[in-house]
Every structure is written in C-alpha cells, then in structure tokens.
C-alpha cells in the first residue's frame, strides 16, 4: 500500500469535460492535494446497481453489480490527474477440461495465446480514452481524474483466473444448438471468493465478449434482459437514479455493431471503489460524478430520473 504527498499551489479554477469553469468551493484548502493513494484488494459490492422486474421491483438478488479485484490507484501529481484500475488476469488452457463442458475441444497452448494475443489491445480500445469521474471533498474541492483500465496476463498475484474453453460457436447458424457462455464467477455468493472467468475462444465476436466480461471484471451488471429482469437501475452518489431498458452497448445487447463501453454509468462501480479508497486514507468524498466524452444517452432519451 503505498501514499505519498506534494505539495502544490493550485489554481483557482477548473475546467470540465465540455471546456466549462468551474469555481473551486470557497472549502478548498491551498495544500497537500497532490497525493497519490495505491489500493489493491476486492471491492465489494455497491447494491446501487439493481435488476428491476418489469412492475419495478428487484429482478433477482444476483442482478446487481459484481464485487471485483483490482489496484487502484488515484494519482492527482499527474497532469491530467488520473485513476488508474490495474488488474491482473493469468491465462489458463483449459481446453482439455470436459468438466467444464463436455463439448470442450482442445487446442495447444500455443494456440491459446495466440487467440488471447489481441484481447489486452481489445479492452483498452473498448474502454479507455473515454471516462473521468469528478470527485469533490471538503478539503480539495473539485478534481476531475481521467480513468485509464490497465488489464494484463501475467502469473504474478493475478487478481483473476482466466480459464479458456473451446467450444464451437454455431449459434449464429443454428440457435437451438448447445452453445457455451463465457462467464465471471463472483456475481453468485458461492462463487464470490474464487474471482474467476471462463471465456469460450470459439465464440465467433471473442474481442467484443472478453470486453463484454471485463465489464464485470471492473464491477458492472449485465443489462440485458434475463429471467425476470428488464431494467436496470443505476443509484449515484448524491442520490440520483436513471433507468436503462435494453441499450445496444456493451453491457447490454453486445452484439449491435459498434457496441463500446461509452455510457458514463459504466465507471459508476469504479467510482465507488474510489470513494471507498480515499475514506480509507480519511479523505471524505462529498460527491462523485461518472463523465464520458461519448456517452450516447447524451443524445438518447435513455434515462429517465426516479422511476
């Protein structure tokens, strides 16, 4: 766990995501806000995120947001000031595993890596260049933080065994034959201490599934419907809700083309676990605000404020 502190001068003045001022509260304190604060550990889940049934209840107690791993990082020296979600994922051929699924077809582990290769270069491309949370507190003010996700395959203290399968994917031929999803383990409390994924390299969009997974990696629900659930209700900080049914982006119908992760409530999970950072280290969070310089409910009519 590292912390460190500089002191800086800062300005009067910040400027937002669209290019608006914004005067810091009169609260702000000339200081020691240029820390760095390092967290790596699970960061458990919100409850803020809710499947909702179709008359407005709760779907079911497993459609809410993931518990997840990660290092974080909240580096305000850097110039932009930016959150850093660094997660560590070990790769393992499980190609020749029929408990995992009797169609399962085995290929070398050579293969698995070249099949795994681009998938790192995937999720930055679905994730990044996106999202910034604003964070305020009583002592600095207002921040605004870029958020950079950093996954990697290595072997070292993985925060997440990815365990690859390789079962065809005919489903986009034959929708009645048996097909295999990729899945993260800990959305289901007997599940919730192994923080595993099992990801199907014989899926014919494996780029746009792995992203799709990494979605629960770094906290978030499923928003397409399921069982019961058909909405899905995200809770902000300062209280305020939306309501999302079926978006065509990545964590709801993944398949329409061009289905990124860009909706601003996607790094609200993140943003919690932030908050939850820097109250550990006594820095009292006063509001937080996902931001994306291309979230489409800017201009859909997506979300619909208190139900």
Known sequence: MGLSCHCIRYNSSVIDINGVERR???????GCCSLIYKRDGIFARTKKIRGLN??????SFFHTDVPFKAEII??????????????????????????????????????????????????KRFWNNTYRLRIEDK???????????NPIFTDYRPHYKVNCVNVLDN?????????????????DLKYISKFEMTLNLGVHNLETVFSHEYGHIVGNADEYPE????????????????????????MGDWTASGAYARPKRYVLPVGYAVVKVLRHFGVEVTDMEPMSRNDPDEFRN??????
Not at 24 to 30: E, H, L, V
Not at 143 to 149: A, Q, S
Not at 234 to 249: A, V
Not at 302 to 307: A, G, Q, V
């Open 24 to 30: 810091r509260p009169t609260t702000a304190q000339a």
């Open 139 to 149: 002592k600095c003010g207002e921040r605004i933080f870029d958020v950079e996700f």
């Open 227 to 250: 069982d019961n659930r058909l909405f899905v209700r995200y809770e902000h900080l300062n209280g305020r809700e939306e309501i999302h049914y079926m978006p065509l982006e990545l």
């Open 302 to 307: 997506l979300i619909h404020d208190k139900w």
């Open 171 to 187: 489903s986009n031929i034959n929708p009645l034959a048996e097909y295999f999803r990729s899945i993260v383990l800990g959305i």
């Open 74 to 123: 909240i580096d305000s020296r850097s110039n932009p000031k930016t959150i850093y979600v660094n997660t560590r994922m070990k790769i393992i051929n499980s190609t020749a595993n029929t408990d995992l699924h009797r169609h399962n077809r085995h290929i070398t582990d050579e293969s698995v890596r070249i099949l795994t290769s681009n998938l790192i270069n995937s999720i």
């Open 54 to 59: 179709e008359q407005g209840g709760t779907s």
